[in-house]
């Protein structure tokens, strides 16, 4: 995939001999460069899709076992066998594997149910701790008058688990066989079985059934090598039977369609070589024409620093072929609006310092990629709470020393800014408040108004890509009527506005219905007309132009396309006040808090200070999670949706699992 626009690799036909129809099937999955076509031979397709589904439940099956046996299984090489047959011989290696899996769930099907403490690994190793006792438990907890359970319990809640059982009147012995655990064997009445199970749950008590067929650690390790290995053969003939489905089999030729990129496609000529010794016939062609993003892959190369972003448009959904990826414009708008709703130094400092500490400690890839993304959005948040002089809030020193530095005027101050000053001086807090809120409204629909014209001519210039007339004219008056969106605010910008009311902070807008605004604003109310209404006909003329239907339907549609354009150009302009909100409600929680340690005795006290340690903790975790949160939908709702599908699928080349080699023999040879 190009940074701007999603690619598909070649598709790549390659004609063989039927004869050497599994061998070739085989290179390419140890080639691990090939991504098969979803198209080919409909009964061979149906074939392979039928047993790869069987597969796919055999897997499932194995994984879960695995998980609950909690034992980690040792790396072995393994092989699995395939003839001529493909089918005989998939289903062979089915029934063996299904064979194998019913004999460990009827061994060991009732232990790893009814364990009871975690993983059946864990429970054979604490099993083993108990092997001096002979006696079986199992009877005495089913005994008619008295009972008897061992209780494991952690040596901090053992005070609180011995006052629950004389509160019972049970009797409870305790002993030190485990580390960190107290061990119990518990005596008590049928009766008070159910009280004696609630109340000892509250102390994390848990009860130990020693079971009457005992595991030992090696077998433990032999159950769970066996179920790796056989995993391994499954997945291998899952990829296996995928290069199968993309082939066409006639009398004498074996026919596999795929895709190969440009890169690897030598890759792919050496390892035919190799195998078919020149006896086959090879074609890579670029995809031309009309491109369904469910039929073709794109190729998708991520450079390390722009990961986060790719995690995040991946939820929106993958590039479709031809589609204008938006990687890198999120990676530089998403940290901006980010920051624009989190100003504050103090907090940008504490996201900066946990994302680093996540990109450089976490072991998962998962936390390594948030951790970058941390650091990312921080530096924004950093440099805006630094222009709004907020450092963990508006009331520490630091943040006035950011006031002073601005000459007491920050020019990203939130309006909560001016309640600060209020609370020490009252005079003139009203005007603060109001110019404030202006500006900071102007601010984030001018923020708006560009990245929703932006969207929209990319909108447009892949409607020309896709030489569709109809989508063409509709993306066209998406684009001319948010230009003119983006023309009030750049011409109200260039008048001046003087945030001390909407009409002064939006005086284009005015102009627009005759209002009496500065000369100037009128010139830009004309263009902004202009352009809003080129869009509004183009989206009543096309319904009309490209419509089926009857005269009456079309008119109606038409006004319906007009109507939900006035709808869409008002409500995604009006949705970035978010922005403004959000800075809002950031800034008044830490107020609000700041407020709370003050009546408590001041920053200067223990419990003021508390207070307001707390209060900033809380506020950093909260508003970073709602500010991602809104930070996404901005660009997923707003803009994404007018010029990028995400409904593409990935470029991903069947590779052989690691360990594991697929053997081609004979059908003699299996039969001898």
């Known amino acids: 995939m190009g940074l701007f626009i999603a690619r598909t690799p070649p598709e790549t036909i390659i004609i063989v001999p039927k004869a050497r129809f599994l061998e070739t099937a085989k290179a390419l999955v140890e080639c691990g460069c090939f991504h098969p076509s979803s198209h080919g031979d409909e009964r061979l397709r149906n074939l392979a899709r039928r047993l790869r589904g069987e597969v796919e439940v055999l897997i499932q099956r194995i994984k879960g076992l695995l998980e609950r046996i909690g034992e980690e299984p040792e790396e072995e090489k393994t092989e699995i066998i395939v003839t ?13 594997i299904n064979t194998l899996l019913e004999d460990i769930e009827a061994r060991l099907g009732k ?30 907890r089913e005994a008619k008058h008295l009972r008897t359970v061992l209780y494991r319990v952690p040596e901090e809640n053992a005070h609180e688990f011995e006052n629950v059982i004389r509160s019972l009147n049970a009797y409870a012995v305790g002993f030190n066989i485990e580390q960190g655990f107290v061990t119990y064997a518990v005596t008590y009445t049928p009766q008070t079985e159910q009280k004696l199970t609630q109340a000892t749950a509250r102390t994390k008590a848990t009860p130990i059934v020693l079971p009457r067929f005992r595991l030992t650690r090696e077998q433990v390790k032999e159950v769970s090598n066996n179920l790796y290995n056989a995993l391994k053969r499954l997945e291998a003939l899952a990829t296996l039977l995928k290069i199968v489905e993309s082939a066409y089999l006639t009398r004498s030729l074996a026919v596999f369609v795929g895709y190969v990129t440009s890169d690897n496609l030598k890759r792919l000529k050496r390892v035919l070589d190799k195998v078919l010794k020149g006896a086959y016939t090879i074609y890579a062609r670029p995809v031309s024409g009309h491109i369904s ?36 414009m999120m990676a530089i708008t998403f940290p901006v609006i980010f920051g624009l709703m989190f100003p504050d130094v103090g907090h940008g400092l504490l996201l900066l310092l946990f994302g680093a500490y996540l990109y450089t400690k976490a072991r998962s890839e998962g936390w390594r990629t948030l951790g970058q993304l941390l650091i990312y959005v921080s530096i924004p948040a950093i440099i805006l709470g630094a ?109 001046g506005p003087k945030y001390t009311s909407m009409q002064d902070t939006l005086p284009v807008v005015y102009a627009m219905f005759g209002g009496s605004t500065p000369a100037g604003a009128y010139v830009y109310a004309n263009m902004a007309k202009a352009l809003i209404v080129l869009g509004l006909l183009l989206s009543l ?50 107020y609000g808090f700041f407020i709370i340690a003050d009546k408590a005795g001041g920053l200067s006290s223990v419990a003021g200070l508390g207070l307001y340690i707390f209060g900033n903790l809380f506020v950093a975790g909260f508003e970073a999670f709602v500010a991602n949160i809104q930070s996404l939908r901005l660009h997923f709702y707003e803009m994404f949706s007018k010029f990028y599908e995400g409904r593409g699928i990935i470029y991903q080349p069947i590779r052989l699992p690691e360990g594991i080699e697929i053997r081609i023999v004979s059908q003699e040879t299996v039969s001898r």
Request: net charge negative; glycine share 6%.
């Open 84 to 96: 001529s047959n493909i089918a005989a011989s998939s289903s062979s290696i089915i029934t063996s």
């Open 111 to 140: 232990l790893i149910e009814e364990r009871g403490i975690g993983p059946l690994a864990e429970y054979v190793r604490l099993v083993e701790q108990y092997s001096f006792i002979t006696a079986d438990l199992n009877m005495l």
């Open 293 to 328: 993003p469910e039929e073709f892959p794109v190729e998708l190369k991520v450079p390390r620093p722009l990961k986060p972003f790719a995690e995040l448009l991946a939820m929106y959904g993958l590039p479709s072929p031809r589609d204008f990826v938006p990687l890198v």
């Open 387 to 495: 222009m709004a002089a907020e450092f963990f809030g508006p009331a520490t020193p630091m943040a006035h020393w950011l006031e002073e530095f601005w000459h007491g005027h920050p020019p990203y101050s939130s309006p909560v800014h001016a309640l600060y000053k209020a609370y020490i001086v009252a005079e003139e807090a009203g005007n603060m408040v109001k110019l404030l809120t202006f500006k900071t409204f102007f601010i984030s629909l001018s923020i708006g108004s560009v990245l929703l014209a932006l969207a929209s001519w990319l909108g447009f210039a892949k409607a020309v890509t896709e030489r569709e007339p109809e989508h063409m004219l509709h993306t066209l008056a998406v684009a001319l009527a948010f230009t003119g969106v983006l023309v009030v605010f750049i011409g109200s910008a260039i008048v």
């Open 541 to 590: 003329v096309t319904p009309l132009i490209y419509s089926h239907e009857s005269v009456g339907e079309r008119i109606i549609s038409a006004v319906m396309e007009a109507f939900d354009l006035v709808l869409i150009m008002l409500g995604n302009t009006l949705s970035f006040v978010r922005i403004m909100g959000l800075m809002l409600a950031h800034s008044g929680l830490v």
